[in-house]
């Protein structure tokens, strides 16, 4: 059974940093790419970062870019994301996606991607 597990959300002041993990299990995958999303309230699911894990190759939402940092650890088949100088317009359940076989120009979108973790909440006050 593949699991997807986030941590690390929290509350954080404007300026501040957070760093979320994701931890995926359950059997091999094939061809994969892990990544965040995140949804505010009253808004749709948006992408923020994902890294395709064969060749590290990353993609950003242009509004996280220089802000955010995705890394993964091979080893334990588990990412990051550094998230710095928050703003209060980041503040949302951030969610941990894995999908498998997708090709370059799908990277962004959320609704291939396959196991999904339980998300975590980010609140960043002004």
């Known amino acids: 059974q593949v699991q997807v597990v986030e941590s690390g959300g929290g509350l954080v002041q404007g300026e501040g940093s957070l760093r979320l993990s994701c931890a995926a299990s359950?059997?091999?995958?094939?061809?994969?790419?892990m990544g965040w999303f995140r949804q505010a309230p009253g808004k749709e699911r948006e992408f923020v970062a994902t890294?395709?894990?064969?060749?590290?190759?990353?993609y950003y939402a242009d509004s996280v870019k220089g802000r955010f940092t995705i890394s993964r650890d091979k080893a334990k088949n588990t990412i990051y994301l550094q998230m710095n100088n928050l703003k209060p317009e980041d503040t949302a359940v951030y969610y941990c996606?894995?999908?498998?076989?997708?090709?370059?120009?799908?990277?962004?979108?959320?609704?291939?991607?396959?196991?999904w973790g339980q998300g975590t909440q980010v609140t960043v006050a002004s």
């Open positions: 359950g059997r091999t995958f094939d061809n994969h790419a």
């Open positions: 996606a894995l999908g498998e076989r997708l090709i370059t120009s799908s990277l962004r979108n959320g609704a291939l991607y396959q196991f």
């Open positions: 890294i395709r894990w064969r060749d590290g190759v990353i």
